[in-house]
């Protein structure tokens, strides 16, 4: 007899380096999972950067041309610096520029300091000072034109509310929007007040992140509210003071509204043509649409070259 030989048994299972069919169906289900949440996310992406291209790229790279070109008779041919030229030739140019300036510089006074005394005070209220948020912020709920329309009727100079307060206290009555010396001004009021709302939450909201043990040691080296404000306040909230700073040159420099409806856009002699104004004058009342290109282009420049300065500023400082 010869002797039994041993077999090897039969695997019935897949060998470990081969996974089995339920593994198999999990990391398919894992991988598809993936791929469909890949796809959402990337779907809401792309419609994102098509609205912003649509509505932000493609305008800024439009002016871009049609600050070269100039349009006559329906058609349209290459200009060169010609629209330029005529923009930095037109007086009307400097004046929009200085109006500009000075708007910027009130705005920064009244709109920048005003928001952030007021923050300091909100944030001294133990009680109700969500119904002060509220009272704050209700301006800037308020449709701009019809807060402007507002001020416009406080400015009339016969039966206007600021001159009736005047009259009270036994002053003379303003020309409020008609004087060359107070349209710029007025306008500025009305914008700070419109505009104040969100800025004031801001710095509430910062104002509130600050340890109150920084408080407590500033009371008891004997510091007043001025010096706590200026020693701790101030350090603690110099970053969000800096980018709100940034941002209000950039909003004042584009100002359009509020001169365009409280003094219709020129005002006295002038006093009030803003940049923007001035490019919708040359768009809108003269058809000069390559001018209109080439001084939104200068803005641009000019509000590009400031936000880099001001980084790098911010910067060193940091350093």
């Known amino acids: 007899m010869s002797a039994p030989t041993l077999s090897s048994p039969k695997t019935t299972g897949p060998g470990p380096g081969h996974p089995g069919p339920a593994r198999r169906d999990s990391a398919r289900e894992e991988f598809l999972r993936a791929v469909r949440r890949n796809i959402s996310a ?148 009305a914008a700070t007040w419109m505009n104040m709302g969100g800025a004031t939450l801001i710095y509430l909201a910062a104002l509130q992140g600050i340890p109150g043990e920084l408080y407590e040691a500033a009371e008891l080296d004997g510091a007043g509210l001025l010096r706590k404000v200026w020693h701790v306040t101030i350090p603690q909230t110099r970053l969000i003071l800096s980018l709100l700073l940034l941002m209000q040159v950039i909003a004042t420099m584009q100002v359009f509204t509020e001169p365009f409806l409280l003094t219709n856009g020129a005002g006295p002699e002038g006093s009030t043509t803003t940049v923007v104004y001035l490019i919708y004058q040359y768009a809108f009342n003269f058809n000069n649409y390559g001018s209109a290109a080439a001084l939104g282009l200068v803005l641009l420049v000019v509000l590009a070259g400031f936000s880099a300065v001001y980084v790098r500023l911010s910067r060193s400082s940091e350093d």
């Open 42 to 189: 990337h779907g809401f992406l792309i419609g994102a950067v098509l609205c912003f291209s649509l509505f932000s790229w493609y305008p800024m790279v439009r002016e871009f041309v049609l600050a070269f070109q100039k349009t006559e008779d329906g058609r349209t041919t290459w200009a060169g610096w010609s629209n330029l030229t005529y923009v930095f030739n037109d007086p009307a140019f400097w004046q929009a520029w200085r109006n500009t300036a000075l708007f910027t510089v009130l705005a920064l006074l009244l709109g920048f300091a005003v928001p952030f005394v007021v923050a300091v005070v909100l944030n001294e209220f133990r009680h109700g000072q969500g119904y002060l948020r509220l009272l704050v912020y209700l301006p800037v709920m308020l449709p701009p034109v019809a807060s402007v329309l507002l001020f416009k009727y406080f400015y009339d100079p016969g039966y206007g509310l600021f001159n009736r307060i005047l009259d009270l206290f036994h002053l003379p009555a303003q020309q409020w929007l008609q004087d060359t010396g107070t349209a710029m001004l007025s306008v500025v009021i």
